[in-house]
Every structure is written in C-alpha cells, then in structure tokens.
C-alpha cells in the first residue's frame, strides 16, 4: 500500500486536527512540511490551486480538506473507529460546529492577540485568504467579546463532560473529540486563552486524554520527493465512482471551489461523484496526471 504522505506546517490548526487522529489511529505517515502563506510552488502542481492546508496525498491522490482527509484515513485505517456507535452525523456536524464558529473566535483570540506581532505579508495572506476579513485592529478591539463567546463554547465541553465520561460521547474518543481538540490546542497558545480553558477541570483532563494519543509515527519528506511519486504513479486507468451525475457528465470539465475561504477554482474532468465526495482528474506538467479528492459539505461544484 502507498505511504501517507501529509503535507502540513506544524503550528497548523487543522493539520494538528488530522495530526492528533494520526496518533489515535497509529498511523505511520510521511511529514512534508510546507509554507505557512503563499506562495506554495510545491503544493500548487498537486492540488490544481486548492492553497489550503493541510493536504494529503497516496500517490497521486491527492485529498484536499480535512473532511476528505478523515474519511479516507478511516477507510484505509479502519481500527479504532472516529465513529464509534455509529456517531457518523454527530461528527460530521459537530466539525462544521468546530471549524466554523469555533474556530473562527480562536482565530480572533489569536490575531487580536498576537496580530501586531504577525509580519505584514502573512496577514496580507490571511486576508486574501479570508476574502477580506481580517482586521487586526478590529480584532484586538473585540477581544473580550470574543473570549465571552470561547468561555460558553467551553462551558458546553465541559458540561459534556461533567458525569465523567472519558470522551464526549463516552468511554472511546470519537471524531466529536478531535473536532474540539485542535481548537483548544490553537487558541491555548495565547495566555489569556490558556487561563480560560484552565477554568475548566474536566476539558483540561480531557485534553491531556487526547494529546496523549500522541501524532503516530512519522519521518520526514522533502516536497520534491512528494512531487516525484505523484509524477510516477499511473492513475490512467483510475475509473472512479458516479453515482449521479447530477446534471455534468463523466470526464466533462468541471470546477471545484471552496465556499468559505480560499476560494480558488480547480479544474480538471469529473470522475467520481457521489454524496459525499467529489473528485477530479486533474493534468500538468510537473505531475502529470493526479486524482484530487474533495468533500461536498463546503464546496462548489460547476
Ligand atoms: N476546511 C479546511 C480549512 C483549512 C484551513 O483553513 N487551514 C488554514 C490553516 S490550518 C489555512 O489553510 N491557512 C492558510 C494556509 O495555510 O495557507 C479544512 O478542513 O481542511
């Protein structure tokens, strides 16, 4: 079976998302460390445009989005389950919870925080990225109502929590466990968020819990190298799955956009369709040919 590789830097939120199942999982895995900001020349041949990280590749599938991410590592690492009695919908839906509304107070608790430390060009980025949104100023004004928000979403963990339970749904962790995980990590890095979460017992345990599961086993890999075994795999005879076409045609040109953040277009000609999924053949001259995965939930498909 090809290597995992995952492509990541490792202050990244959402590659400590996929990070810490890697460790619950124990998956062995290779570590492409990428740029934090645009440009990512070494990135762009394999995902059509797609900026975002973190990325997965196995071969030259090519998994863009944490969401497709997870589903394909528990398709390939099956054992423990992310959805233990079959919590799929309570996954799935709290990730939506997590990466948006939650997520987006860390990301004003860590830029109000620290924005005036940030070099100009990384939030230059992050504002492109964001579609205009970030607003150092605004952020650093907004503080104490950001952290009103954080402290009642953390209530709510802890409230989860308060029989005991190891995990929020139980005696086994589940992917409602890594959805919250990551955000805590991120937002801890700045004290004052820190002091919050220490105000919580049972979150605080339970993160001790979860960051013991540790990341798996990984060893390093230069983007060059990454960029190599997407050039020697054949995906030629990669035939996908359609299960409607959904008004396009198979190996019809399409474009696939994110609808949050980030919203570059990747083109390339359909090849699998379903509820969940959305994949692309996509061509150049670096790598040749490459199959890049995608979720539906949050994605354009046109
Ligand atoms: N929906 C995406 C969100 C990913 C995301 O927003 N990642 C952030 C950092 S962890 C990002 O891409 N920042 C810009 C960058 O790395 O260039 C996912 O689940 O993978």
């Known amino acids: ?30 570590s492409v460390q990428i740029p934090r900001m645009m440009p990512k020349p070494d990135i762009m041949p394999l995902t059509g445009g797609y900026r975002k990280t973190p990325v997965m590749q196995v071969g030259a599938h090519i998994y863009c989005d944490t969401q497709i991410i997870i589903r394909e590592i528990e398709a390939r690492l099956p054992t423990p389950s992310l959805f233990p009695n079959g919590s799929d919908y309570l996954g799935w839906g ?55 928000q954080f402290s009642s979403m953390l209530d709510w963990a ?27 990590w991120f937002a801890g890095r700045v004290p004052e968020a820190k002091a919050v979460i ?13 960051a013991a599961f540790g990341h798996g086993s990984q060893s390093d890999m230069t983007s060059k190298e990454a960029l190599e075994i997407a050039n020697s795999e054949d995906v030629s005879d990669y035939t996908g799955e359609i299960v409607s076409v959904e008004g396009h045609s198979k190996g019809g040109q399409v474009t696939v956009t994110p609808n949050d953040s980030g919203r570059i277009p990747v083109t390339g000609t359909l090849i699998t369709l379903t509820s969940q999924e959305v994949a692309i053949r996509h061509t150049n001259d670096i790598v040749g040919d490459v199959i890049i995965h995608f979720p539906r939930a949050g994605f354009i498909l046109s």
Not at 15 to 23: C, T
């Open 94 to 148: 709290t990730s939506f919870f997590t990466d948006k509304a939650l997520f987006g107070i860390c990301v004003a608790i860590v830029f109000g925080s620290f924005g005036d430390q940030m070099p100009d060009e990384f939030i230059k980025d992050r504002a492109e990225l964001s579609g205009g949104n970030i607003n150092i100023e605004k952020m650093k004004a907004g503080l104490p109502y950001s952290f009103q």
């Open 158 to 184: 802890e409230q989860g929590l308060e029989d005991g339970r190891s995990y929020f749904l139980g005696d086994v962790a589940s992917l409602v466990d890594f959805n919250m995980y990551y955000c805590l």
């Open 1 to 30: 079976m090809s290597d995992i590789i995952f492509h990541h830097y490792d202050p990244s939120p959402f590659g400590e998302k996929i990070r810490s199942i890697f460790g619950f999982k124990g998956a062995e895995w290779k």
């Open 198 to 210: 220490a105000k919580f017992p049972k979150l605080n345990a339970w993160m001790g819990r979860i």
